[in-house]
């Protein structure tokens, strides 16, 4: 089945040398997949549409023939790529490779993904959740490249979270570790309830979803200023709107980013106080133009203000908090750095 898109070459094929990695980032919406270097640079890139309705077979088929794609991007064939990784949505079964339920996947339920990619692509795959691949991916390369260890938060329709500490992915017993959107931040009667279905966790706070929600009810409780206008005329209720009119001194847009932020905190808080990261990373797409933007900034600011009144000196002065670098990116080309530390981990002579 043809791609849709012509892979991208971003480097001259003369430069590329030694050992290749290709990562795959399975979304709802498009598959992306990166090929990499032995340090991580990206050398060639490739997207298609998901087209979730086709099936999971129909996904697995071109998901496999990407890494051919690329492969020939640079005049190899898919015996020149070393090592293959995928990244896709939980939740699922890591150790048997299996999608269990994916939310946005309807009639992909127990599809064994891992095994499937693998025969299409010719490589044994190593598989992660895409939040992991994507951690990994600023751990190896990106915001967190100078860090022994981090936690990272996709602030998306979700909260996804990955951790990584000294290369080691903490995936858990049950493959549910790492899922920071659900730790608990409000156990009050009236805490807000989970896409997940359980009260009071962070994505229910501190995601796109929750932010839109939020708002929503700020207006029809009679809130008034430059985004209730622009509400009033059609306009869809996003995070880009929310951020424009805070950009524009709207005192409610404004205040609804504050509030996400310090919701964000509480969970923060938590997570350095169980893992004592070296850094937080945020990425995802509700980051406000970060640190180059001056909501993104005044965003940071608070969340950043909000920590260190709540945490540990220690940690409050040494741990960073900060915005990923990636973007769409992090997660092929983590799901790749993943991919090579499986292939490093067999290639590595054993000594007496």
């Known amino acids: 089945m043809p791609a849709t898109e012509t892979p991208q070459l971003l480097r001259p094929v003369a430069d590329v040398s030694g050992p290749l990695f290709v990562g795959i980032d ?25 087209n979730v309705a086709h099936g999971p077979d129909n996904a697995a088929v071109r998901m496999g023939q990407s890494v051919g794609l690329l492969a020939g991007c640079v005049g190899r064939d898919r015996s020149g790529i070393s090592a293959v990784g995928l990244g896709t949505p939980g939740p699922q ?5 299996i999608l269990l339920k994916p939310g946005n996947f309807p009639g992909w339920e127990n599809f064994p993904i891992r095994e499937r990619v693998s025969e299409h692509c010719g490589h ?16 190896w390369v990106g915001s967190g490249r100078d860090d022994s260890s981090l ?38 009667p009236t805490a807000r309830i989970c896409p997940c279905g359980q009260p009071g966790h962070l994505e229910a706070y501190a995601s796109a979803t929750a932010l839109k929600a939020r708002a929503a009810e700020r207006l029809e409780n009679g809130a008034t200023g430059s985004l209730a206008d622009a509400v009033a005329l059609g306009e869809s209720i996003t995070p880009i709107l929310i951020g424009s009119h805070a950009e524009q001194g709207d005192a409610v847009a404004m205040d609804l980013l504050m509030e996400t932020a310090d919701w964000l905190s509480v969970g923060i808080v938590t997570l350095m106080h169980t893992i004592d990261p070296s850094a937080i990373i945020l990425g995802g ?8 933007h001056p909501v993104g900034r005044a965003f940071l600011d608070r969340i950043d ?8 000196p220690t940690l409050a002065e040494k741990t960073a908090i900060r915005f990923a670098t990636l973007g769409g990116n992090a997660g092929s080309i983590g799901a790749a750095g993943l991919s090579r530390l499986a ?8 000594h007496a």
């Open 124 to 139: 044994n795959v190593t598989y992660a959740n895409d939040a992991t691949a994507a951690a990994y991916g600023e751990f």
């Open 305 to 312: 203000t909000c920590v260190r009144r709540h945490t540990f």
């Open 93 to 97: 079964n890591l150790s048997t490779g």
């Open 285 to 292: 797409a509700m980051t406000f133009g970060r640190e180059d």
């Open 26 to 50: 399975l979304g709802g919406t498009n598959i992306k997949v990166a090929l990499v270097d032995n340090s991580g640079q990206l050398i060639a890139f490739h997207t298609e549409p998901t």
């Open 151 to 188: 936690v990272l938060l996709t602030l998306g329709t979700g909260v996804g979270g990955g951790i990584i500490i000294h290369d080691m992915t903490i995936e858990g017993a049950h493959s549910h570790g790492s899922e920071c959107g659900h730790i608990i931040v409000d156990s009050s």
């Open 343 to 350: 292939w490093k981990q067999h290639n590595t002579p054993m």
